[in-house]
């Protein structure tokens, strides 16, 4: 009926409309009014406003002005809430029919950021404003200040940095980071999806705007940022519309394929190219649809759509003449197509088995045979074709030369450059040359006749040896691969035997292999020639079964070479960057099994120790990895190790004339050195196991007057937050490396370790450094209930801690873990408690309760103090505000986590989600308490029924009625956020399974599922309408 307009819908949905309004009222209001109070005394109202919004959204085909009025109220809102765009954006396929305009205009408003010009005048005048607020203060008399004003004045005088832009901002480009809703891209998220089916010239101008959007931001970065300098050079084209401008580099270019684009805009593009491979197979022609996607978007990466048109149709015209005489895009889709052979990137971040429509999607556009082709194998198209095409093609590709594709002003200037560019040209002028290419018949006989470019240029002696190098590089490429996935799977692949792979290697090898080359180009090839050669020699001391003493001699020598090789520092270089071949990684992994095999020359562990500071992240953990492997052969080897490692993770402060550089190491040589040299101290000399390096003070007071270049806190709280107004409090000189000292946690041995004389110490360092934990996200000196936003700052940290213990917990005992570790995180308000409990509780379940074969003990003590502090929360209390609604991303997990259901399926799990639920009644008790205490909230109900349904075959059945009973027992008002679901409907399906399966049901039994099926259908489920009079409860009597 939804779609059906008459008086009485129109009449309820009028009176919806007019709640809704009053209702986002009160956000927009000065102060508490009438119609607050009224609104404030509705329990439930953020759920009751969420089914006003989407009764007017679903119903918008029908009342299109209602839903028309709310989405304008939205769009209009000084700020529009994540959950409140994802709540709209859900109703697209209606939306898109009924009121596309409005869905555009509401994604403008949510995705369109502030542009870097606007964000550095918003910064200059609120500088400028703050300092004549504080010279109008500082001219007032003493007396005459307020609190506020002298607790300003208190404090340091902060001067903020204008225009301080970072790679985040050339990641985003004033486009919203929406990870909700755009994260991972897909052809499928809404809104682009359902405009494009319904209204794809509103999907074309939501995608133009947001592309220029994000070229504006483009081009105004490089004016405004230091590291990315330059003046972009626009590529005009001429269709035959009229002449267009376009931005953006071989980067941008690849937007369409949804690399490296903001997420909004790549998912835009994935399903603008469903879009125009559905209007090709409807006959649409190529020109009309180039030109309606093309005209008047200025991104460089619309003409990679119009460019994979083309190629598709392989099509000949003056609207694709442009694409196919452009050297710039010629060579940007070189690049593109390379990376479609050798990628398949945009499957990453789908997890979830409700992802596979977005897989499948992806999967199907990655399989074009397009991907596989690129522009400039159709110039032969249009050297071959009639008049004009022939003459005009040829002479833009012969015109290369003299009109080189700079894509920065700057680039004019550098001879590199330049020969780049010219030799580029020349080798597409070869294509232009009709005498390049031979006719031969495809068979004998056959009246079928090949034409073949042969390039002039490739018979060249510099040309054939140019050829070969690659034919090398694929062979070593396809060694490092072999050694790779060897070391993952922990077992010889069969691609290569190590025989074979060494006789590689060694063809390969060359005495100056690891020295560096003065060309960049050549540099990057000999980086992958260094790994599958440093990969094989690895391999053959890992796997030395067989082998010969001149086998593992080589190997030796290799690796010797390998390590003495320096990093080699530029402008793209960076600590985090991922280098799978670097060859320090397999001098690791061939120092390792040297010291395990007990062959290892004198200076091994000191190499190994030293790879344990390399500048490379993937390097020093791969070294500590295979170090703390080590613990059963050395395990004060291992302890050095991990000294050595939380120590790196401090940086010390440089003064202002020395800061770092981007492409700059964290430490100084110096500094990494001295690290090294105090473990080995301790290696050496060590008699005790010294304590493990703790971060810095979480915080520290800042005396008044005393300049600090700590960042002061107070920017993040208004002055009331703070405990004590009159005490400043700043971050330490040191910065602590928290996402590095996670990963470093992440690798400790806890099994072993635990089980040496080592397990104080480590206990010690876990207890001090969850303290600091707790300290750096409830700070000391701010009043209870206020975060800190640090806690997303030591997010990778703080899961990892909690991870961690959460293994740690099955290898002690309740009694001696609880106080000094469960309890400190029990006691934590709100998100920082979530934020440790839910991996600790992800982590014990996942180890403790599903893989291991006995389960221990105090497993269910533990998982019940979880449960019931999670209870305790204020979401739990049904008179409290946005009660029932769970916050953040750690709750929600919690709460599937608490409910067994949090992981799908693990065949090689001992219980549960391995398919075997044989065992329920030992998690029984808690699922009982749970259900009972949340299950009013459909937040807690879905769970709950997701692991009925999954433990259907064991799940007992009188215990489900008689928790169902509980729950809906005081009538549909009581429970929060079922209307609208399929809540009721699943509770039917699972009485009938557990009726069916119980047959013949005691009369007890049958009685409390009719009693459910009532409450159902007063809930309007036709289904338990249907199963009353079926024959399990056909003769059945709720009361006897």
């Known amino acids: 009926m939804a779609d059906l307009r008459n008086p009485t819908s129109h009449a309820l949905l009028q009176q919806c409309a007019v709640w809704l309004a009053a209702i986002d009222a009160i956000s927009t209001a000065d102060r508490p009014d009438e119609n607050?109070?009224?609104w404030g005394e509705v329990p439930g109202l953020g759920a009751l406003r969420k089914s006003l919004g989407q009764l007017l959204l679903r119903s918008s085909r029908a009342e299109p002005s209602?839903?028309?009025?709310?989405?304008?109220?939205?769009a209009n809102s000084e700020r529009i809430r994540d959950d409140a765009f994802h709540d709209i954006i859900a109703c697209s396929p209606v939306l898109a029919q009924s009121l596309p305009q409005s869905v555009v205009e509401l994604s403008l408003a949510f995705l369109l950021g502030e542009l870097p010009d606007e964000q550095v005048a918003r910064e200059k005048q609120e500088l400028h404003d703050t300092a004549e607020w504080r010279k109008a203060v500082l001219e007032k008399p003493d007396a005459e200040r307020t609190r506020k004003e002298k607790m300003a004045l208190s404090g340091r005088f902060?001067?903020?940095?204008?225009?301080?832009?970072?790679?985040?901002?050339w990641e985003r480009l004033s486009i919203h980071d929406d990870h909700r809703n755009f994260w991972p891209p897909s052809p499928l998220r809404e809104p682009f999806h359902s405009l494009f089916q319904s209204s794809p010239d509103h999907a074309l101008r939501l995608l133009r705007e947001l592309c220029n959007h994000a070229m504006t931001a483009w081009r105004q970065l490089h004016h405004h940022s230091h590291d990315h300098g330059g003046t972009p050079i626009p590529l005009e084209l001429t269709f035959p519309w009229g002449t267009q401008i376009f931005w953006g580099t071989d980067r941008e270019y690849l937007w369409f394929r949804s690399t490296w684009a903001p997420k909004a805009i790549g998912c835009a593009f994935m399903a603008l190219e469903e879009w125009c491979f559905t209007e090709l197979e409807q006959s649409q022609t190529v020109d009309e649809l180039i030109q309606h996607i093309v005209e008047g978007n200025e991104c460089i990466a619309i003409l990679g759509m119009a460019s994979m048109l083309a190629l598709h149709t392989?099509?000949?015209s003056e609207t694709t003449l442009p694409l196919f005489t452009s050297q710039r895009l010629l060579a940007a889709d070189h690049n593109r197509m390379a990376q479609d052979l050798s990628s398949s990137t945009n499957l990453i971040g789908f997890t979830s088995s409700t992802d596979k429509p977005h897989v499948d999607a992806i999967r199907t556009a990655n399989a074009r045979t397009v991907r596989k082709t690129q522009l400039s194998w159709m110039v032969p198209r249009f050297v071959f074709a009639t008049e004009p095409f022939r003459d005009r093609a040829r002479e833009a590709i012969?015109?290369?030369?003299?009109?080189?594709?700079?894509?920065?002003?700057?680039?004019?200037?550098?001879?590199?450059?330049?020969?780049h560019l010219t030799k580029q040209a020349l080798e597409y002028a070869e294509l232009a040359d009709p005498e390049n290419y031979q006719a031969y018949r495809t068979k004998e006989g056959s009246d079928q006749i090949a034409i073949v470019h042969v390039s002039p240029s490739a018979a060249q002696p510099e040309n054939v040896a140019r050829a070969e190098e690659a034919n090398k590089y694929l062979r070593q490429t396809g060694l490092w691969t072999w050694a790779s996935k060897s070391f993952e799977e922990k077992t010889l692949n069969d691609t290569y035997t190590i025989e074979d792979a060494i006789v590689l290697s060694k063809e390969a090898d060359a005495s100056d292999l690891f020295e560096h080359s003065n060309s960049e180009n050549e540099e990057e090839q000999l980086g992958m020639r260094r790994g599958a050669v440093a990969a094989t020699a690895a391999i053959a001391l890992n796997f030395r079964e067989g082998r010969t003493h001149e086998d593992l001699e080589w190997a030796r020598g290799v690796l010797e070479r390998a390590i003495r090789l320096p990093e080699k520092f530029d402008s793209m270089w960076s600590p985090g960057s991922v280098v799978p071949w670097h060859q320090g990684i397999y001098v690791a992994r061939g120092l390792a099994a040297d010291l395990r095999e007990g062959t290892a020359a004198r200076r091994t562990t000191n190499d190994l120790l030293g790879l344990i500071a390399h500048p490379l992240e993937i390097v020093a953990l791969t070294a500590l990895e295979e170090t703390c492997k080590l613990w059963p052969n050395d395990s004060k080897l291992t302890w050095a190790a991990l000294i050595l490692a939380f120590s790196l993770c401090h940086v010390p402060s440089r003064p202002r004339d020395q800061l770092r550089r981007h492409g700059e190491a964290l430490h100084t040589s110096n500094e990494a050195q001295a690290a090294v040299n105090a473990a080995l101290a301790f290696y050496e000399h060590g008699s005790e196991w010294t304590p493990l390096p703790l971060p810095p003070p979480a915080w520290?007071?800042?005396e008044p007057g005393k300049g600090r270049r700590g960042y002061l806190r107070y920017e993040d709280y208004?002055?009331?937050?703070?405990?004590?107004?009159?005490?400043?409090?700043?971050?330490?000189?040191?910065?602590?490396?928290?996402?590095?000292?996670?990963?470093?946690?992440?690798?400790?041995?806890?099994?072993?370790?635990?089980?040496?004389?080592?397990?104080?110490?480590?206990?010690?360092?876990?207890?001090?450094?969850?303290?600091?934990?707790?300290?750096?996200?409830?700070?000391?000196?701010v009043k209870p209930g206020r975060r800190d936003r640090s806690a997303t700052q030591i997010f990778e940290w703080t899961h990892t801690l909690g991870s961690r213990l959460g293994h740690v917990a099955g290898l002690m005992p309740l009694a001696d873990f609880q106080a000094r570790f469960l309890d400190p995180i029990l006691d934590l308000e709100g998100d920082n408690c979530w934020s440790l409990l839910s991996p600790f509780t992800s982590t014990y379940v996942c180890a403790y309760v599903y893989d291991a074969p006995v389960v221990p003990v105090d497993t269910v003590a533990i998982l019940d103090l979880c449960l019931t502090r999670l209870l305790q929360d204020r979401t739990f209390k049904r008179d409290t505000y946005r009660s029932g609604e769970f916050s953040g991303f750690d709750q929600p997990e919690l709460v599937r986590t608490l409910m067994f259901v949090s992981v799908d399926c693990a065949d090689l799990a001992a219980r549960y989600v391995n398919g075997d639920w044989s065992e329920i009644s030992r998690i029984l008790p808690l699922i009982d308490r749970f259900i009972r205490?949340?299950?009013?909230?459909?937040?807690?109900?879905?769970?709950?029924?997701?692991?009925?349904?999954?433990?259907?075959?064991?799940?007992p059945a009188g215990a489900f009625a008689e928790q169902v009973l509980a729950i809906i027992g005081d009538g549909p008002d009581s429970l929060k956020g079922w209307h609208g679901t399929f809540i009721p409907a699943r509770i039917a399906e699972l009485v009938q399974h557990f009726a069916h399966r119980d047959a013949p049901m005691t009369l007890t039994l049958a009685q409390k599922f009719l009693r459910i099926l009532d409450m159902l259908v007063d809930m309007g489920d036709r289904r338990s309408a249907a199963l009353q009079l079926g024959e399990a409860f056909r003769e059945i009597r709720a009361t006897n």
């Not at 209602?66 to 939205?74: C, E, G, I, S, T």
């Not at 902060?158 to 985040?168: E, I, M, P």
């Not at 937050?721 to 409090?729: G, K, L, N, P, Y």
């Open 36 to 38: 607050s109070v009224y």
């Open 66 to 74: 209602l839903a028309a009025d709310y989405l304008r109220r939205v």
């Open 158 to 169: 902060y001067l903020r940095t204008v225009g301080d832009f970072s790679y985040h901002d």
């Open 314 to 316: 392989e099509w000949v």
């Open 398 to 419: 012969l015109n290369f030369k003299n009109d080189l594709p700079f894509q920065y002003e700057e680039h004019r200037a550098i001879p590199e450059a330049q020969e």
């Open 700 to 702: 520290v007071k800042v």
């Open 718 to 781: 208004d002055l009331d937050d703070a405990t004590d107004a009159a005490e400043v409090w700043g971050e330490p000189d040191v910065f602590w490396r928290s996402k590095q000292a996670a990963e470093v946690l992440q690798r400790i041995p806890f099994d072993e370790v635990l089980n040496s004389s080592a397990k104080s110490a480590l206990l010690d360092f876990l207890a001090s450094v969850l303290d600091w934990t707790n300290q750096k996200n409830a700070p000391p000196w």
């Open 933 to 955: 205490a949340g299950g009013w909230t459909a937040s807690v109900m879905d769970p709950f029924l997701t692991l009925c349904e999954r433990a259907r075959a064991n799940y």
